[in-house]
Antibody, heavy 123, light 108 residues
Framework: QITLKESGPAVVKPRQPVTLTCALS??????????VGWIRQSPGKALEWLGD???????WYSPSLRGRLTIMKDASKNEVVLTMTNMDPVDTATYYC???????????????WGPGTQVTVSS | EIVLTQSPGTLSLSPGERATLSCRAS???????LAWYQQKPGQAPRLLIY???TRAIGIPDRFRGSGSGTDFTLTISRLEPEDFAVYYC?????????FGRGTRLDIK
């Protein structure tokens, strides 16, 4: 059974960076075809895809946040790390990570998701 | 970017009734890479349907996805009390990945 769990600071000051971690279990981030992505949801709003990283270190970022986002993986810890710079109150949201696969060009949607971690940007 | 427009925004129905939710894409969704998620308060989204019409593992057969190209539908044949939630469509075939704004299914 694949599970994911996000962690990180609950409160971040404006203009500061935030680093969030997604811990995977039940599958190795280095396994062929594994992709982990980040999605956020602002209070009462819809879901917004942030970016993905694959087992072989391919990365995809949302154009609207490119330049502020970095996604990396730590295979030794089986974790994926998201860093977002220059945080603003509009970045207040629940941040989720999700698992999917990309094998021989066939892609699956995010399933499962972690429970999410709430990040509030406030001074 | 593919914009997904969901309708209606809110749907009020009673248990036992049939629900029909729509998702329209601004461009063709490649390879029918269209999914439907259910989200309840305080929970992460749960995958219901992928590939436009394939039910995820453990999803009851009262949930049915259909459509292709730019028009997709999620049908819940007989609403159970646990089905009242927010439903999102999601296209995962073209970057940037996008989600619809959701349809809230309320108990009438």
């Amino acid at each position: 059974q694949i599970t994911l769990k996000e962690s990180g600071p609950a409160v971040v000051k404006p203009r500061q960076p935030v680093t969030l971690t997604c811990a995977l279990s039940g599958v190795s981030i280095s396994r062929h075809g594994v992709v982990v992505g980040w999605i956020r949801q602002s209070p009462g709003k819809a879901l917004e895809w942030l970016g993905d990283i694959s087992w072989n270190d391919d990365k995809w970022y949302s154009p609207s946040l490119r330049g502020r986002l970095t996604i990396m993986k730590d295979a030794s810890k089986n974790e994926v790390v998201l860093t977002m710079t220059n945080m603003d109150p509009v970045d207040t949201a629940t941040y989720y990570c999700g698992h999917k696969s990309r094998v021989f060009g066939v892609v699956t949607p995010f399933d499962p998701w972690g429970p999410g971690t709430q990040v509030t940007v406030s001074s | 970017e593919i914009v997904l427009t969901q309708s209606p925004g809110t749907l009020s129905l009673s248990p036992g009734e049939r629900a029909t939710l729509s998702c329209r894409a601004s461009q063709r969704v490649s390879s029918s890479y269209l999914a439907w998620y259910q989200q309840k308060p305080g929970q992460a989204p749960r995958l219901l349907i992928y590939g436009a019409s394939t039910r995820a593992i453990g999803i009851p057969d009262r949930f049915r996805g259909s459509g292709s190209g730019t028009d997709f539908t999620l049908t819940i044949s007989r609403l159970e009390p646990e089905d009242f939630a927010v439903y999102y469509c999601h296209q995962y075939g073209s970057s940037p990945l996008t989600f619809g704004r959701g349809t809230r299914l309320d108990i009438k």
